[in-house]
C-alpha cells in the first residue's frame, strides 16, 4: 500500500488560537494564518511505544503513588477506546493523563492551591492500547479547582489526556470532564471549543457496566483521532 | 438550508484540543513537577546512543507576544535519523533505521529562566512529495497553558542553504521573511540556538499538518 494522507483537521471543531475569555492565550496565539502544508513523509510517520516503555502500575492511579495506603476520594475506572475518523481502532498507541487529587490539588512544585496533597496520590498515568485500541486506568475523580482567569473562576472536575496516534500529525492533548458536572459550562476553557457537539464529546459518560460492586464507578472515554485516506488511486505523495 | 435526505458519511469527528495546562509536566515530565514516579520518563533518548550523525546540541526560548519567556512550555520533537530515515513502517527504508534511534523526544523549558535544550543527532536530508528533497529538519510540537491547541513548525539547519532553496515547505512560505523564523542558529561546533515566537513581529511559521 502506498502511503497516503491524513484527513484535513477540521478546525471548526478545535478551539482557535486566540480566544480572549481564556486570557492566558491572548498573548500566546499565532495571529497570522498557518501555513498549509501538504503532508510528507515527515508527518505521516510518528514515534511507536511498547510495553517496556510501561511500569506495571503505570495505567493504575491508586497504586502507583502508594505511600502506605490508597488516595481518598471516589474510586473510578476510566477506560474506553482510540479511533480514528473512520470508526477503526488505534492500536498500541500511547495515552498518558494527568489530574489533580479529590481535593483539586496537583501535584506540582507550582500548584499552591489550598487544597491538601494525598500523599497516596500522584496524579499521573500511562498506557499502551491493546489489538482493539482499548485503554483502562483505575484513578480516583479529581476535584473542581480555582484559578485566576477571573476572580471566581473554577476547572470543572477534569483528567488531561495525551494521546499520539500513528503519526505526528495525530498528536493530541485534550481534556476529559464528567457527565452531570454543572462546572462545564460555565468554564471559560471549555468555552473556547465553538461546537457543543465537541465539548459532548469531551464528557466522559457513567457507565455502571463497568463499575465494580462495592469498589469503584466506572467512567466511558472514547477519544477520536484523525483518520486517514484509502489509497483508491496512486496519489503520488512520494512521487516517482 | 432545504436539501434532499442522502445517506449518512458516518465518519467520526476528531475529539476537540485542549490546553496542555500549567500542569503538565505532572503527565508528561513528572520529575519536574518535583515527584519521582515512573522507572523512566519518556522522550530523553531520541538519538540512542549509539546512532551514527553529528552529535547536536539546540537550546531556546519560546517568547509570548509581549516578549516575555513561555516558562511552561512542552515541546516534542519528530525527526529523521543522519541518513533521513524515519523508525516508522511507513517509511521504505525504515529497517535501516540507526541503532536505537526513536526519532521522538520531549523537552521542557527552565522555570525560571525559559531555557529549553535538546541533545540529538542532525538528521539527514529526507523525501518529500513528488520526489522532492526536504532539507534536515526536525518537526516541533508547542504545547502550553494558553495554548488552545498544540502548534506545529519545523525547525532547520543554517548550514544547509542550497537544500533550503529546493526544501517544498520553505518554498511555500509566501512571505520570504518569515522563512528566517524556520532556521537555527550555529553558536558553536554542534550548538544551535532556535527561539520560537508565538505572537508579534517576528511570528513564527506554525502549521497546519
Redesign the interface.
Known amino acids: 500500500m502506498k502511503?497516503a494522507e491524513f484527513y484535513m483537521?477540521?478546525?471548526t471543531?478545535?478551539?482557535?488560537?486566540y480566544?480572549p475569555g481564556?486570557k492566558?492565550?491572548?498573548?500566546?496565539?499565532?495571529?497570522?494564518a498557518?501555513?498549509?502544508?501538504?503532508?510528507?513523509?515527515?508527518?505521516?510517520?510518528?514515534?511507536?511505544?511498547g510495553h517496556n516503555?510501561m511500569?506495571p502500575l503505570?495505567h493504575d492511579l491508586i497504586k502507583?503513588?502508594d505511600h502506605g495506603g490508597d488516595p481518598v476520594g471516589e474510586r473510578i475506572i476510566l477506560h474506553g477506546r482510540v479511533?480514528?475518523?473512520?470508526?477503526r481502532p488505534v492500536p498500541k498507541t500511547?495515552v498518558?493523563?494527568?489530574?489533580a487529587n479529590a481535593s483539586g490539588r496537583?501535584?506540582?512544585?507550582?500548584?499552591v492551591y489550598l487544597g491538601a496533597l494525598d500523599p497516596n496520590f500522584?496524579?499521573?498515568g500511562?498506557t499502551i492500547t491493546d489489538d482493539q485500541g482499548y485503554y483502562f486506568f483505575r484513578t480516583i475523580k479529581p476535584g473542581p479547582y480555582p484559578w485566576l482567569n477571573y476572580v471566581n473562576s473554577w476547572r470543572p472536575a477534569h483528567i488531561?489526556v495525551?494521546v499520539f496516534g500513528?503519526?505526528?500529525?495525530q498528536?493530541?492533548?485534550?481534556?476529559l470532564y464528567f457527565e452531570g458536572d454543572p462546572l462545564i459550562p460555565k468554564c471559560p476553557?471549555?468555552q473556547?471549543?465553538p461546537?457543543p457537539?465537541?465539548?459532548e464529546?469531551?464528557t466522559a459518560v457513567l457507565d455502571m457496566n463497568t463499575a465494580i460492586p462495592m469498589d469503584c464507578l466506572a467512567y466511558k472515554f472514547d477519544?477520536?483521532?484523525?483518520?486517514r485516506r484509502s489509497t483508491l488511486f496512486e496519489n503520488?505523495?512520494?512521487?516517482? | 438550508m432545504a436539501h434532499n435526505k442522502t445517506q449518512p458519511l458516518n465518519y467520526l469527528r476528531e475529539s476537540a484540543s485542549q490546553t496542555a495546562g500549567p500542569y503538565v509536566h505532572i503527565g508528561l515530565a513528572p520529575g519536574a513537577a518535583g515527584f519521582e514516579i515512573y522507572e523512566r520518563e519518556l522522550g530523553t533518548d531520541i538519538a540512542g546512543p549509539n546512532a551514527p550523525g553529528e552529535r547536536v546540541r539546540i537550546e531556546g526560548v519560546v517568547y509570548d507576544g509581549l516578549g516575555a519567556s513561555v516558562k511552561d512550555v512542552l515541546i516534542e520533537v519528530w525527526q529523521a535519523d543522519a541518513a533521513g530515515i524515519y523508525p516508522h513502517p511507513e517509511d521504505p527504508r525504515h529497517a535501516d533505521v540507526a541503532p536505537g534511534f526513536r526519532g521522538w523526544g520531549r523537552v521542557i523549558s527552565d522555570f525560571d529562566s525559559g531555557v529549553w535544550t535538546l541533545d540529538t543527532i542532525k538528521p539527514g536530508p529526507c523525501p518529500g512529495r513528488m520526489g522532492r528533497v526536504q532539507a534536515p529538519h526536525l518537526s516541533l510540537w508547542i504545547v502550553s497553558r494558553g495554548i488552545n491547541i498544540g502548534l506545529n513548525t519545523r525547525l532547520y539547519f543554517p548550514e544547509d542553504t542550497a537544500l533550503h532553496a529546493a526544501d517544498p515547505i520553505l518554498g511555500s512560505i509566501e512571505q520570504r521573511g518569515r522563512v528566517k523564523t524556520l532556521i537555527a542558529t550555529k553558536i558553536a561546533a554542534g550548538q544551535y540556538r532556535f527561539d520560537i515566537s508565538l505572537q508579534g513581529d517576528d511570528e513564527t511559521v506554525f502549521m497546519d499538518i
Open positions: 502511503p483537521r477540521d478546525r471543531l478545535h478551539p482557535p488560537s480566544h481564556y492566558t492565550s491572548v498573548p500566546r496565539s499565532p495571529k497570522q498557518l501555513l498549509t502544508v501538504q503532508q510528507s513523509l515527515s508527518e505521516i510517520t510518528g514515534p511507536a511505544f516503555d511500569g503505570d502507583n503513588f479511533l480514528d475518523e473512520n470508526a500511547l498518558e493523563i494527568w489530574q496537583y501535584r506540582h512544585k507550582k500548584d500522584g496524579g499521573c500511562r488531561h495525551s500513528t503519526s505526528f500529525s498528536r493530541l492533548i485534550t481534556q476553557i471549555v473556547t471549543i461546537d457537539q465537541a465539548v464529546q469531551l477519544i477520536v483521532l484523525r483518520g503520488r505523495l512520494e512521487g516517482n
